[in-house]
């Protein structure tokens, strides 16, 4: 089947993407949401090598500019029935969506804000369960990518973000992490970071509630400041 890409971005991600993603394949009634889709090269991979089922649906976000739109319709044409695409930004969509999603991909806007933002929004529509791809996670932007005409290297990518750390994704991705910690599984972690989610924001804070926390006591009257002409002569 011809397809039509002018970059690959993703093929270096297969061998993982099929052992996190295993459960998946062939189930019935799966629902996956992508975050950042451009001409669908993932898309078509998860729909012909995990979403198997044809009762198994994904949703695309992506503002999808008219130079690569049309080449993602193409690419996604034998699935799509199974494809609900959604052409706008990510922080206006995904806030709207309902029902809960078996897997949610990651690979939009790569600014630190936006990604924290995606990570925030998607959470809460993921079930427990469920597993959360961030793609991208050493990536280091090109205005300050020292690595673009040599073998790329992990080492070199880690201290570019230290020295970075406002402009790289991984910045929000491990932020993300810590407000989490608790509630998810790390499943994997190097050029992408992938995680099972255990529990809903919030489950395990129980003891947090206004009900466990001393009442409010007023505090003992102080004197007041001086009113100017209030003493006798």
């Not at 093929?11 to 019935?28: G, Q, V, Y």
């Not at 922080?91 to 897997?103: I, R, Y």
């Not at 929004?121 to 959360?132: D, E």
């Amino acid at each position: 089947m011809a397809r039509h890409f002018t970059r690959d971005w993703f093929s270096h991600n297969i061998e993982n993407w099929r052992c996190w993603l295993a459960e998946f394949k062939d189930r019935p009634g799966v629902r996956a949401l992508e975050i950042g889709s451009f001409e669908g090269r993932a898309t078509a991979w998860l729909l012909e090598n995990v979403l198997t089922d044809g009762t198994s649906r994904i949703d695309c976000v992506d503002p999808f500019r008219n130079d690569y739109y049309r080449r993602f319709l193409s690419n996604v044409e034998p699935w799509r029935r199974r494809v609900t695409i959604h052409r706008a930004s990510s922080d206006a969509v995904v806030p709207t969506l309902s029902g809960a999603f078996d897997f949610i991909y990651i690979d939009g806007d790569h600014r630190p804000f936006a990604i924290l933002s995606d990570a925030v929004h998607s959470w809460p529509r993921l079930k427990v369960g469920g597993i959360l791809i961030f793609d991208d996670y050493l990536f280091v932007p090109h205005e300050i990518d020292r690595q673009r005409n040599v073998e790329w290297s992990e080492q070199r990518a880690r201290r570019q973000i230290a020295r970075h750390p406002a402009q790289c994704p991984k910045t929000a991705i491990d932020g993300f992490l810590m407000a989490m910690r608790g509630q998810y599984e790390l499943l994997g972690q190097g050029y992408q970071l992938a995680l099972r989610k255990l529990a809903d924001p919030g489950a395990d804070l129980s003891s947090l509630t206004f009900a466990t926390v001393p009442e409010d006591r007023p505090s003992a009257p102080g004197p007041g400041p001086r009113r100017r002409g209030s003493l006798k002569r």
